[in-house]
Each structure stands twice: as structure tokens, then as C-alpha cells.
């Protein structure tokens, strides 16, 4: 079976459930985990699964076109700017950035309710 291979890019209060919900999944391939702060409780669910983490997300993001889609969960627009500038200087037009507000709508959507995010920064 072919799986949509995912990165995930924040692994606190947004990223964790998320990261569970892709764990469940059996047509997912996590392949990789970055936040900046290493105590966060998805980093400690990636590193139990067997799944590689990065202090740096921009080390996630090397992985080029090996990640179909990157989810930004961080509510930081210089960690989006900064994977636009490097997929752009890469010439990779394969890897899809995911915004968290989707990844927030995807949630919802499977829990029938509207979940909170920390974040207030939308903009894209």
C-alpha cells in the first residue's frame, strides 16, 4: 500500500494530537518530528515510535522530496517564510507546506467540533 509520507513541524499542544491522529493512520509514514524544544511531549511520541526528531526544522525540511506533505503547526510565519525560501532554492516542487489552520479544520473535522489552537496567527 502506497502512504503519504508526513513531516511534522511543532509537537506541543497542536502538534501532538495531531501527530497521534497520523500515528493511527495507516496509510501515513511520519518521517520526521522538528521543534525547537526537545521536552515537548510529541517529540517524546516520535522518539517512542521510532520516528526521527530535529531541534531544527529546517534539518526536516532536507529531506526534500522524501515528505510529500510538511505540516507547520507552530503559528510561526518566519518557519513558513523559511521553508518557502528553501523548497524554492531546492527546486523542490514536490514537498506540499501544510498551515495550521488546515491542520486545525482537519482535526475539527474528525471530532466533529471545532479544536483550539494556541495559535493566533493565521496569515499565510
Avoid at 502512504?3 to 497521534?20: D, F, M, N, S
Avoid at 518521517?31 to 511520541?45: R, T
Wanted: aromatic share 4%.
Amino acid at each position: 500500500m502506497q502512504k503519504i509520507r508526513i513531516g511534522v513541524i511543532g509537537a506541543g499542544e497542536t502538534g501532538t494530537p495531531l501527530l497521534q491522529q497520523l500515528l493511527d493512520a495507516s496509510f501515513v509514514e511520519v518521517v520526521g518530528v522538528a521543534d525547537l524544544n526537545q521536552e515537548m511531549p510529541g517529540i517524546a511520541l516520535a522518539r517512542a515510535r521510532g520516528i526521527p526528531t530535529y531541534a531544527d526544522c529546517m534539518e526536516l525540511a532536507k529531506l526534500g522530496p522524501a515528505i510529500d506533505i510538511l505540516i507547520d503547526v507552530t503559528g510561526v510565519p518566519k518557519v513558513r517564510d523559511l521553508l518557502r525560501a528553501h523548497f524554492q532554492s531546492t527546486d523542490n516542487h514536490h514537498t506540499i507546506i501544510m498551515h495550521e489552520l488546515i491542520a486545525v479544520l482537519m482535526m475539527s473535522l474528525s471530532k466533529n467540533e471545532l479544536v483550539s489552537s494556541k495559535h493566533n496567527q493565521v496569515d499565510y
